[in-house]
């Protein structure tokens, strides 16, 4: 029986060296065959003895039964971002930084430990006394994913550690990959097998390494590279090496793979040199890597420099240029976005660039189009980098046929039909109902819109949400889930739409029990009754916000009268300007939004007419607020919303015009500001005996 238990233990030791010797010393000690006779072996031995089986056993390595979901893992050490670089000034200006923040101790050219950016995933390993205890992905840098039984299936992952000099409590934080030459095999295998294959490897080892089922995460040809550690605060780290380069030494010798490629350098020459070497070298590296990395080697010098933010200031990515190609431009298309914008997007033909095959590319808006002379039929270079959109860059015009056909934009909307009018769009004339996350729209540009926002598909779902939102028609339960459902299956097209629902509608919706189908009837029943400014607010006319809607309800008064100003008689409401004004007639003039704005009337939706003038009256009617600092009791949000109900406005920045600041804790400059101006300074008590007068709601 001892036998047994000794011979187990001693193979268990053999088959881990020879993973080490095969995967992180890329030096096998012995062949295939006698591997899997050692491993057959222990198989058998720990089949016949149950006893003396162990999770951390290489035989465990096949993978555990399927995980419902993953666990959330917070990080003991935060797993951080890296500064980027493109450009080498920025590298010198980094380089300056550091010996600035070391210069107390006369530091002259600083040494740096650069290595290898791996394109994989982050992932840190807890070891305990050695022994591999969880691992996690690096989720939002807080908190990851447990994936713990997927990262034991890697044998390039020790399952304990070599030698004897590490720290009881270690975090081991590297990147999860798939070489090269392993992914084409295994997408070979998957074509075969008439199964999906992967674009490139980082999508490749991310969809396996996220695999509920571990054992499918083991068939896999997964690798892990260590790159640095985490110590736990309040755990002994004491006997870790003084520089980052030991460090990744002492990585390797307690048998994890490290990068081949680290070196020592020195100064911004040696970064720039190494820079050129892993240049050279990128296309033979067994791996995919998007540029190297450089950290200052001491490891005191480290912690003296510190963190900015989320990023260290001891550490930066210097990353390679976006790989380029060159394809034939097939056609050229629109897509309309969520908010209406359309964009022309390339139709190309399939070309490989910066790891996947890419047959669209945008073209941004039609000023880039002519900029770039882009014509259908060209031959064009197209530029993909990591996880963005791909994009054209430039034409060759030598290579133009003579039938190549300029592009023009259509004047009507592809998708609903709808006039699509041209813009200037500028940042100054945003305001809170504009967009946040359309990245299309940067400075100042001409995008060409789709004014259906009501009626548009593409817009659908955006304008159902927007209209449901708290501040509009403030419908309860009305969210993203269940938008997208009521849109998919075709049950509401328009915000008109709602209003017709019944509970048979609902019934066939997941997760919708009788009981919230219930509720969100109430609920948009009780939104009918509404008030103009809040309706005009839905209606989400691009640039008109929450404050223009409610410029807009005083001074109309009536719905009808603002669907029939003109641009003159807008331009006279305050906070209208000339595109404001433009925006709000392109909307109203649209029959598709006159449509439904007339469903929804005729659904029941009413304001009392008086409303408006009720709001003038209020007890702050006029007066200009400026909120800043926290207020004791109110948010900043809820002040503001009483402070409009009453009749007053509130802007964000404190000028002669500003009648009172309202200042909470820790207000800063346009507290100053004020104080500067002579601008009367309240704090929420004030506001509140100001408000009295005023009604709650409005
Ligand atoms: S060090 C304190 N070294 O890059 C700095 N990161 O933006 C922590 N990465 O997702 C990171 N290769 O997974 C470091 N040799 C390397 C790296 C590397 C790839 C990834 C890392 C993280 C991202 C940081």
């Not at 555990?64 to 590298?91: I, Q």
């Not at 469903?599 to 003038?613: I, K, N």
């Not at 802007?651 to 207000?667: I, Q």
Request: proline content about 5%; hydrophobic content about 40%.
């Amino acid at each position: 029986m001892s036998s047994a238990r000794d011979r187990v233990q001693a193979l268990r030791e053999a088959i881990e060296r020879h993973n080490i010797a095969y995967y992180a010393l890329d030096a096998p000690l012995i062949g295939d065959a006698d591997y899997d006779r050692l491993f057959a072996e222990l198989q058998a031995l720990e089949a016949e003895h149950p006893e003396l089986r162990s999770v951390d056993s290489p035989t465990q390595r096949v993978g555990a039964a399927p995980l419902p979901e993953f666990a959330a893992r917070a990080h003991a050490t935060p797993m951080l971002s890296l500064n980027n670089a493109f450009a080498d000034d920025e590298v010198a200006a980094f380089d300056r930084r550091v010996r600035e923040g070391l210069a107390s101790d006369g530091a002259g050219e600083v040494n740096y430990s650069a290595e290898p950016k791996f394109d994989g995933l982050a992932v840190s390993l807890r070891y305990q006394d050695g022994r591999l205890l969880q691992g996690a992905t690096r989720g939002d840098g807080t908190t990851g994913e447990d994936v713990t039984a997927n990262l034991r299936t890697l044998r390039s992952i020790p399952l304990r550690l070599q030698g004897s000099d590490w720290p009881a409590v270690l975090d081991v934080r590297g990147e999860v990959l798939m070489l090269r030459s392993d992914f084409a095999q295994m997408n070979e295998q998957q074509r075969e097998k008439g199964e999906k294959a992967f674009v490139n490897p980082r999508n490749a080892a991310a969809g396996s390494l996220r695999q509920l089922d571990p054992r499918i995460t083991a068939t896999r040809p997964l690798r892990f590279f260590a790159y640095g550690v985490g110590v736990p605060a309040g755990t002994a780290g004491a006997g870790l090496p003084a520089t980052h380069s030991e460090l990744l030494d002492r990585l390797a010798a307690w048998g994890f793979p490290v990068a081949r490629e680290r070196r020592r350098v020195l100064g911004l020459a040696g970064l720039l040199a190494y820079y050129a070497e892993i240049g050279r070298l990128r296309a033979t590296l067994p791996y995919d890597i998007d540029g190297v990395v450089y950290k200052v080697d001491d490891l005191a010098a480290q912690a003296r420099l510190g963190f900015v933010s989320r990023a260290p200031r001891f550490a930066l990515a210097h990353k390679f240029a976006a790989e380029e190609a060159v394809t034939e431009l097939l056609e050229i298309s629109i897509q309309v976005g969520r908010t209406g914008a359309l964009t022309p997007v390339a139709r190309l033909k399939p070309v490989f660039v910066g790891g996947v095959t890419v047959i669209n590319a945008t073209l941004h808006n039609e000023d880039e189009i002519r900029r770039k002379d882009v014509r259908i039929g060209d031959t064009v270079v197209v530029r993909r980098a990591g996880d963005v959109i791909p994009e054209v860059v430039r034409v060759l015009p030598e290579k133009r046929p003579a039938a190549a056909r300029r592009f023009s934009m259509p004047q009507s909307c592809p998708v609903c039909g709808s006039r699509v009018v041209r813009s200037e769009e500028e940042k100054s004339e945003k305001d809170e109902n504009d967009e946040k996350d359309e990245r299309e729209v940067q400075g100042v540009a001409a995008v060409a819109r789709c004014t259906g926002g009501l009626y548009c598909p593409a817009q659908r779902k955006q304008a159902l949400l927007h209209f449901a939102s708290r501040r509009a028609m403030d419908i309860e339960g009305l969210g993203d889930k269940l938008v997208e459902q009521l849109v998919d299956n075709a049950i509401v097209r328009t915000p008109a739409d709602l209003y017709q629902l019944g509970v048979a509608a609902l019934a066939n919706l997941e997760r919708l029990a009788e009981k919230s189908a219930g509720n969100l009837l109430a609920a948009i029943e009780k939104s009918k009754q509404t008030t103009l400014a809040r309706f005009i607010y839905a209606l989400g006319i691009r640039n008109v916000g929450e404050a223009t809607a409610r410029e807009l309800a005083r001074h109309f008064g009536a719905l009808e009268r603002l669907l029939a100003a003109d641009e003159t008689q807008l331009l006279q409401v305050p906070e209208v300007g000339p595109i404001v004004a433009q925006c709000i007639r392109q909307f109203c003039s649209e029959p598709h939004n006159q449509t439904v704005i007339e469903q929804l009337r005729a659904a029941g939706v009413s304001w009392s007419e008086s409303d408006a003038a009720a709001v003038s009256a209020g007890a702050l009617a006029g007066k200009v607020f400026v909120l800043t600092g926290a207020l004791p009791s109110l948010t900043r949000d809820a002040a503001g919303q009483r402070i409009m109900a009453a009749g007053g406005k509130v802007t964000g920045s404190v000028s002669k015009k500003t009648d009172f600041v309202v200042a909470g804790a820790e207000a800063g400059s346009k507290l100053e500001k004020a104080q500067r101006l002579g601008v009367s300074v309240i704090d929420e008590g004030q506001l509140l005996a100001l408000l009295q007068a005023a009604p709650e709601n409005p």
